[in-house]
């Protein structure tokens, strides 16, 4: 898919911070399109979770990426969590 599309961040957001977002939602493509290791995206979405520990917050990012994208991170998630394969695609 040719991506047409920013990322959502928060200008707020350090940069070390827009960086550790950035590399989720790239993760988030990677598992949809070529497949991602499962532990990296984990570690990933760790970090993001550095940045947006709430739920809430979460979700409303989330959302608003899918809307961008069709991507799931929801759905990569919860693939990750459940596999016990080494590599995750959707």
Do not use: C, H
């Not at 069709?70 to 990569?76: E, I, N």
């Not at 990750?80 to 995750?88: C, D, F, P």
């Amino acid at each position: 898919m040719e991506k047409s599309y920013s990322y959502p961040i928060d200008l707020e957001w350090s940069r070390a911070e827009m960086v550790q977002v950035i590399d989720l939602w790239r993760a988030v493509e990677l598992a949809y399109e070529t497949g991602i290791n499962r532990e990296e995206f984990l570690t990933k979405y760790q970090a993001f979770k550095q940045v947006i520990p709430a739920t809430g917050e979460e979700k409303k990012w989330s959302r608003e990426f899918q809307q961008l994208s069709s991507y799931s991170l929801y759905a990569v998630v919860q693939e990750a969590k459940k596999s016990t394969k080494k590599n995750i695609r959707l």
